[in-house]
């Protein structure tokens, strides 16, 4: 990302140089907030399966939530003499991470890279508050703010991925594509069923058959004439 152009004013208590530290902060967590926002929308588009509409609803309110959250980032780089930029182009070039990479999808399998997304956001939420208390404790709430909603809302797509035990399905996944595949239904149906016992080829089946008939005539021949 390119660093910010100083403003030729701030907020009161703070140098130019320091407002501009704090907008390149705000820059890249404004990008991320949109980026996940359109995220959160794309899946609730795209899920499907069992939990179709309880995982549709749940993003809903997440969506609205994390569009608040940008506008009170791109509000705060206005105040601080900063010019704050929501188009496609500037998130696509200053952005440090790819697009979300799963298409349509079982609801739980989305969640599981869901999960990844979350993860991310709050890793580099929470290095942007560090950075931000140094400078500006404004900002630094503000960064703390956000974090209180988007560890509630990883939460609430971790409920859906825990075990019992308290094991998420998706755990050491470290792609989009494998945390899908490691939270899919199907995967943990498979792990549920025990493995059945290897089927004999239909001539073997045969050829047992004929061996065990013969082995009971054999039997039977000797007793009469012992008899």
Same mark, same amino acid.
Request: hydrophobic share 40%; proline share 5%; net charge neutral.
């Given at each position: 990302?390119s #660093?910010?152009?100083?403003?030729?004013?701030? +907020? #009161?208590?703070?140098?130019?140089?320091?407002?501009?530290q704090?907008?390149?902060?705000?820059t890249?967590?404004?990008?991320?907030?949109?980026?996940?926002?359109?995220?959160?929308?794309?899946?609730?588009?795209?899920?499907?399966?069992?939990?179709?509409?309880?995982?549709? &609803?749940?993003?809903?309110?997440? /969506?609205?939530?994390?569009?608040?959250?940008?506008?009170?980032?791109?509000?705060?780089?206005s105040?601080?003499?900063?010019?704050?930029?929501?188009?496609?182009?500037?998130?696509?070039?200053?952005?440090?991470?790819?697009?979300?990479?799963?298409?349509?999808?079982?609801?739980?399998?989305?969640?599981?890279?869901?999960?990844?997304?979350?993860?991310?956001?709050?890793?580099?939420?929470?290095?942007?508050? &560090?950075?931000?208390?140094?400078?500006?404790?404004? /900002?630094?709430?503000?960064?703390?703010e956000?974090?209180?909603?988007?560890?509630?809302?990883?939460?609430?797509?971790?409920?859906?991925?825990?075990?019992?035990?308290?094991?998420?399905?998706?755990?050491?996944?470290?792609? &989009?594509?494998?945390?899908?595949?490691?939270?899919?239904?199907k995967?943990?149906?498979?792990?549920? /069923?025990?493995?059945?016992?290897?089927?004999?080829?239909?001539?073997?089946?045969?050829?047992?058959?004929?061996?065990?008939?013969?082995? +009971?005539?054999?039997?039977?021949?000797?007793?009469?004439?012992?008899?």
């Open positions: 990302m #660093p910010a152009r100083t403003p030729r004013y701030t +907020v #009161p208590g703070l140098g130019v140089d320091e407002g501009r704090v907008i390149d902060l705000l890249l967590r404004l990008h991320a907030l949109n980026d996940l926002a359109l995220t959160l929308k794309h899946i609730h588009w795209n899920v499907v399966g069992p939990h179709f509409i309880a995982v549709h &609803e749940m993003l809903d309110p997440q /969506t609205a939530a994390v569009r608040d959250m940008a506008d009170a980032a791109a509000e705060r780089i105040a601080l003499g900063g010019e704050p930029n929501g188009t496609p182009g500037a998130l696509v070039r200053e952005r440090t991470w790819d697009d979300y990479s799963v298409g349509r999808a079982d609801a739980i399998a989305h969640l599981g890279a869901l999960d990844l997304v979350y993860t991310g956001i709050i890793e580099d939420h929470r290095d942007a508050v &560090e950075k931000a208390g140094e400078i500006d404790p404004v /900002t630094e709430d503000l960064l703390i956000h974090l209180r909603g988007l560890e509630q809302f990883q939460w609430f797509v971790r409920a859906h991925l825990e075990s019992s035990s308290g094991t998420l399905s998706n755990a050491g996944a470290d792609t &989009e594509e494998a945390a899908a595949e490691a939270a899919s239904p995967r943990a149906a498979a792990k549920r /069923t025990p493995a059945k016992k290897t089927a004999l080829p239909a001539p073997a089946k045969k050829t047992a058959a004929k061996t065990a008939k013969k082995a +009971v005539k054999k039997t039977t021949t000797s007793r009469r004439t012992t008899r």
